[in-house]
């Protein structure tokens, strides 16, 4: 109990890193993020359905609670373009995007992802996140960056389109207005890409997006945009959150619970991955449940101070750590340099087209695509597989089924990996003079006729018990007088009742065979189990080894002479002692 107390305490470790150096680096590492979340938390909030001053509330409470909590001395938290799309997606059906009533559903879900992740914290499920495949968020990220790129592509061409739906609809109420296309918020838009283009070549610390911005609006000024008919951004009606309990029905809270699952999920796998990456690149600890519990909170404190759901973001913490951030007051500062930002710049933001946002949108929608990673994924089938269900869902689906279907075909994965482990049939070799084993059919090594090695690569447990011994069978017809088997059990971590009954079951089959059955095993825990389970007493001590020497020294005694007498492989050293070996011409007798 009292480490879960500690979790939520006030008094975080990282405050006693601070120091006057410290805190000069995190101050100018704050200020660069907060000059490019300006424009970001604007674009973010359009993708959620939300107006503009919503993103950055989310980030400057969000960003602050998060770092305050979280476990990350640089990742920032924030408003998300994968989040905000999901958040769309789930809502739009709910009410029409920028009301009053789905704002409030918005909040009512922040609120919601925030308590879920904060009982998953407390509860120290963090490890679980390690089973979902890395594949289904490289996937899903790559669904969602094309909804939100066809959803922009309107706003780039100032046309009108239908909000709502999935890729398809969308392409199809862009195509009915594509007669629409105004040249001037063409020009706006791809000024404003350009842009960002350019000055991210030649500096990324350059807080391109307000640069770009600022280009789009000189562009929209320069060709007179309002008088062309481009829509322009209303002013912000605050610049400061305020305290806000959202009023929804219970009937919504429960029709909400499915999508603020899925957000909180989404979240959860952005901030472990990007947390733990910049850890490892820092050599610093990571702890995930202390993130958890870090995300939690800032959603649900955010919920009630105007922000909607956020979780760690990539490039702005890329951003902190490559700008010299050396604890969480970096994103401290961040907020609090954003609050001064919109002070000052806040009165500007009537003079920005609508095209110049959407051509920012765009580019985040390109770089949300993990080329890279997506090339390397498609070197493994299984991987290949997750990528493609979580994808392609993502796109011909609702966005928040593709989380689903992701995370479903990462444990059909898994359950069919656990449950046909590879099983390995081993056979010595020299290297440098010494004798190792190596798989038999791998390095085309001759098997002794009469002794099988094997080796179990997983767990023996009921859902593997059937293709372990398919395969033994298998090898029976192949090999049907290797009667005499050497199972190795250093690479199973896990076997059940099912398992030890198989093993019982294999010893007696190979001894009514006129062979004989030995087990190699080493770990306490499995000895341990082998005995409670019953296969020890099954198997008898002398047939339990603790290595491949002893294993083998023990077993090739006990074989047919008359087999032994016609081979001439002699695959073990100790054959030397059997008929026909090298031994029997009276020659000094060695152990194997």
Known sequence: MSDRLSMLSPRRPWMSRINRATLGADALAGLTNAAIVLPQGVAFAIIAGLPPHYGLFTAMITTAVAAFWGSSSVMVSGPTTAISAVLFTALSGHAVPGTELY??????????????????????????????????IVGFTAAAAILIGVSQLGGALGVQVAGGGGVYERLSGLIGAIGGTSPVAVAIAAVTLLSILVIQRIDKRIPAYIVALAAGAGMGWALDAPAQG???????????????????ATSEIFDLLPAAATIAFVGLLEAISIGRSFAVRRGERFDANQEIVGQGLSNTIGGFFQSYAGSGSFTRSGLNADSGAQTPMAALMAAAFLLVLLLILAPLVTYIPVPAIS????????????????????????ETAILAATFFTGILTH?????????????????YDSANPSIGIGAPTEINGHRCFRNADAYELPECPQLRMLRLNGPLFFASVDAVEAAMRERDLSHPHQTTQVFTLKGTEKIDMAGADFLISEIRRARRAGGDFHIIAIFPGMLRRLARLGVLKALGEDNLHGGKSGAIAAAVP????????DCSLRVFSECRFRPGGAAEDGSPRRAG
């Open 230 to 248: 481009i829509a322009m951004f209303a002013a912000l009606p605050a610049v400061i959150p305020s305290f806000l309990v959202p009023d929804v």
């Open 359 to 382: 051509g920012i949108i765009l580019y985040v929608a390109w770089r949300l695509i993990n080329f890279a990673e997506i090339r390397h994924i498609l070197r493994s089938r299984a």
């Open 558 to 565: 006990t074989l047919r002479d008359d087999i032994c007498r």
């Open 399 to 415: 966005l928040e089924l593709a989380i689903v279907a992701g995370v479903i075909a990462s444990l059909v994965l898994f359950l």
């Open 103 to 136: 704002i409030a559903l918005a909040l009512t879900v922040t609120v919601m992802v925030g308590l879920i992740q904060l009982a998953a914290g407390l509860a120290r499920l963090g490890g679980l996140i390690a089973f979902i495949s890395h594949s289904v």
